[in-house]
């Protein structure tokens, strides 16, 4: 096998016998998870599975050279790998180590101090060219994007930094000017009203905005930086990846992978091999991060006549009076700043809003949600950083990606959800620490509904949330409560 490189996008394998061809498009083929609920799937469009290697082009993404490695090694496949392909480069840390303290970032004025890791990423970075970062939520990935940003400006690249919400474009332009550089002078921020010409060395965007420019547009930037690296898979955010086709220097930066083999690889692909930076648990021991607990709610619901369809649970969950007064009551009895996460805007995080609203009296209640536009929620972000006992209800959606709220106490889960990304997202939130918190309590709130001894959907996936606790070394307990 000859490996060549097409691009900065994909290698090309060539002088493959026909049955090595069909094992390697074998090897990259997956099924996609949930895609018999697709409707391309159900509308027979779409077998429900992803093919990485094309054996009619021989095209296969650069981020997936060790698989290929892998696979030849394998099968005894000899291979040779042509000029460009591996650039990896020799770094020495104590120099990356140098140049990032000599950017002195500051936080709110104040020297910031630099940990080990965050050298360890950057430098990890800049030797390959190419990473998937993986660090948790308050690990302090902004000043690891930004070090790389300032690096790549000083080279004379410009840079493209794609975040999924416009409150992200925000923040991080934010930082930057935070941690003392001039973002009026280097940054430009795109998204729904801003000019999408690039007029700056650094362009802060939100996907949505520029998916539909053409490959000519993306030529001028030699550096991508992805962060949320973990909502990547959409096809828009891929056909941007492939528009980069000239972009050398590529990173993705995210606090966990939903530990699907699909999404994992097709992430690699598009940015590089995975690098793990740190965990929760060791930020959590080391003090760098917030205590955390996690309470465990079990809602027991009486009189369940029948098993529900999953759509028909969760229409009950947000429907059923009972269920949101305890939430309700939860919110009203907790101390310190509390961060309310639902899933349904108008079902759910309507009611409870207007709920708690006309039951407090000396309390700021916010609600936040996918209309919320990015002024108003950069707002009450900054207010929260002031008060003592507010509470925000908001929307997964808005809410548990990347925001950063350090002065946040409390956070309940007032949803069910599975989702491994969602959850150690959500808790993410609270987790940084701020001169007056210590520790962070999180409500787990699940719901009982078992009918003839079959567990009901959003019980089982409550299960699920308590292996990912588990599995991530997080301390919870579980308490029963039954429902009126």
């Known amino acids: 096998m000859q490996i060549e490189k097409k691009n900065e996008v994909y290698l090309i ?29 159900r509308n027979r469009m779409w077998d429900g599975k992803i093919r990485l290697f094309s054996p009619g082009s021989g095209e296969i993404y650069v981020g997936l050279l060790p698989y290929i490695k892998k696979f030849c090694d394998r099968n005894n496949v000899d291979y040779i790998i042509g000029e460009g392909v591996e650039d ?21 004025g104040k020297s910031l101090k630099i940990r080990d890791y965050q050298i360890d990423a950057v430098h990890h970075a800049i030797a390959r060219n190419r990473a998937l970062l993986v660090s948790p939520t308050a690990s302090g990935k902004s000043l690891i994007i930004y070090a790389l940003v300032r690096y790549y400006h000083m080279m004379g690249l410009k840079t493209l930094i794609l975040v999924p919400t416009t409150s992200l474009v925000e923040q991080m332009y934010t930082d930057f ?39 000519k547009y993306f030529e ?65 021991d080391s003090k760098t991060l917030a205590d955390l607990k996690i309470k465990c709610i079990i809602l027991k619901h009486p009189n369940i006549r029948e098993k529900m369809a999953y759509a028909e649970e969760l229409q009950y969950l947000v429907g059923n009076e009972n269920r949101n007064k305890f939430i309700q009551d939860l919110l009203l009895h907790i101390d310190g700043n509390t961060l309310c996460l639902f899933q349904l805007v108008e079902k759910h995080g309507q009611i409870l809003y207007d709920q708690v609203k006309d039951a407090v009296k000396d309390r700021k209640v916010f609600f936040v949600y996918g209309g919320t536009n990015a002024r108003t929620r950069e707002d009450i972000r900054s207010i929260v950083e002031k008060e003592k006992k507010s ?94």
């Not at 220097?249 to 530990?259: H, Q």
């Not at 962070?440 to 409550?462: C, G, P, S, W």
């Open 220 to 284: 001028q930037f030699g550096c991508i930086i992805g962060d949320e690296a973990h909502l990547f898979k959409a096809k828009s955010l891929t056909g941007i990846m492939t528009k980069l086709h000239q972009c050398k220097y590529r990173f993705g930066l995210t606090g966990t992978l939903d530990g699907t083999q699909t999404h994992q690889l097709v992430l690699e692909g598009l940015f590089g091999a995975v690098e793990n930076i740190i965990t929760t648990k060791k930020l959590i």
């Open 177 to 215: 000017e935070d941690y003392g550089w001039s973002s009026g002078t280097y940054c430009q921020k795109i998204y729904q009203g801003h000019d999408r010409k690039v007029t700056r060395d650094v362009v802060i965007s939100t996907w949505q905005s520029i998916y539909k420019m053409p490959k």
């Open 88 to 108: 990896d480069r020799d770094v020495v840390r104590e120099v990356v180590k140098g140049f990032v303290k000599s950017l002195k970032p500051k936080s709110k």
């Open 13 to 41: 394998l060539k002088d493959l016998e026909p049955s090595t061809s069909q094992e390697l498009s074998s090897f990259f083929t997956f099924e996609v998870p949930g895609a018999k609920f697709m409707p391309m799937y």
């Open 391 to 484: 509470i925000i209800i908001a929307s997964y959606g808005t809410f548990s990606t990347g925001i950063n709220i350090r002065n946040i106490n409390n956070i309940v889960l007032a949803s069910p959800s599975k989702s491994k990304i969602r959850v150690l997202q959500s808790i993410g939130r609270g987790l940084r620490l701020s001169e007056s918190k210590s520790s962070i309590l999180v409500f787990d709130i699940a719901d009982d509904m078992t009918y003839k001894r079959v567990r009901n959907f959003t019980l089982t996936h409550f299960m699920e949330r308590i292996n990912i606790y588990a599995e991530q070394q997080f301390v919870y307990e579980i308490s029963k409560v039954n429902l009126k």
